[in-house]
């Protein structure tokens, strides 16, 4: 097996964007799930007792409404007794049409409107869940369902599918005997500026992998791209994976120059769903798959000296993504 050197640095960057419960990268894909499957009983269960519901506020209703006769007839009772003590004299004549006005238009109104609002309210809730249950369910299980569609948009991310693209690559680049060391998330930065295709503009690079051994240093490239993706990459206003292969293999050429004189670097483009074709605009990158990679790089002549491959592992080493 490979000796591996850090770790992939989009999954690193997929990690840093999404919810503590995923660790690695298989966990996006494995909690998404968990939760779908989560919510789908979740929600069954709802459905289920939505017959049952219904009857309990339907008999909620039927209480307010008892309690509003109830309470009319417990003011209406002592307005009775209020005329009563009033045509006995029992009250001075103004103060007892005060007190019989207050109980009648104040007290037994406010008391009245109370239950007409909880009524009002409650056929309301009512009408919602013999009509629209769905609008309950997403409202009562809004935490839960904004969880699932965090995953989904998660897993339809581009930080998702760049992640689990280098996560096979470096999967199976892992399957190289352990005369090859892998380095992830090289950043290589140069003291300057250098001139790329007739412009000044160049001096840092992340690459995916690095693969040093006998058989040289050979600068992967990851892409996960769709064909419709790829077609239209340009209009985002990004590098060419082509571009970007190349002006990482400069970078990293540059880079090794000053540990060991003119080292080659062999530049590859790896495409994920093998949809991307060798570019005669960029003749020094290479493009390969899945299938081939381990077996382009293993096939290629010793370049470099036992001693050259230490002293390239034991600086490099220092650059990859923790």
């Not at 850090?6 to 909690?31: C, F, H, M, N, Y």
């Not at 399957?175 to 290589?188: K, M, N, P, T």
């Not at 790896?270 to 381990?294: G, P």
Request: glycine share 4%; aromatic share 8%.
């Amino acid at each position: 097996m490979a000796i591996i050197y850090g770790r992939a640095a989009a999954e690193k960057d997929l990690l840093s964007i999404a919810p503590e419960s995923v660790q690695k990268i298989e966990d996006v894909e494995t909690v998404h799930q968990e939760l779908k499957e989560k919510l789908i009983i979740t929600k069954k269960d709802f459905f289920d007792k939505v017959p049952n519901k219904i009857i309990e506020e339907e008999k909620i209703l039927e209480k307010i409404k008892s309690y509003e006769k109830a309470t009319h007839q417990k003011f209406d009772e002592k307005i009775k007794i209020l005329e009563s003590k009033k045509a006995q004299g029992g009250f001075s004549i103004i103060s007892s049409s005060i007190k019989i006005s207050l109980v009648k238009n104040i007290s037994k109104r406010r008391e009245i409107n109370k239950i007409k609002n909880l009524e009002k309210k409650q056929n309301v809730q009512l009408t919602e869940w013999k009509e629209n249950p769905e609008q309950i369910f997403n409202r009562e299980k809004k935490e839960q369902i904004n969880e699932v569609k965090t995953f989904a948009s998660l897993e339809r991310s581009k930080e998702h599918k760049g992640a689990k693209g280098e996560v096979r690559a470096l999967k199976k680049l892992s399957e190289l005997s352990d005369d090859y060391h892998i380095f992830c998330g090289v950043r290589a930065i140069l003291p300057r500026y250098v001139t790329y295709n007739g412009r000044k503009n160049l001096r840092s690079a992340q690459m995916d992998f690095v693969v040093v051994s006998k058989k040289g240093v050979i600068l992967i490239e990851v892409k996960n791209w769709s064909m419709e993706y790829f077609k239209n990459h340009d209009k985002l206003g990004k590098l060419n994976p082509y571009e970007q292969t190349d002006r990482a293999g400069m970078v990293l050429w540059i880079f090794l120059k000053s540990w060991r004189s003119s080292p080659r670097v062999t530049n590859v483009l790896l495409s994920i769903q093998d949809n991307m074709d060798y570019n005669r605009n960029y003749k020094h990158v290479f493009v390969s798959n899945l299938d081939r990679i381990n077996h382009f790089i293993e096939n290629r002549k010793d370049e470099l000296s036992e001693k050259d491959v230490k002293k390239i592992v034991g600086e490099l080493e220092h650059y990859v993504t923790k």
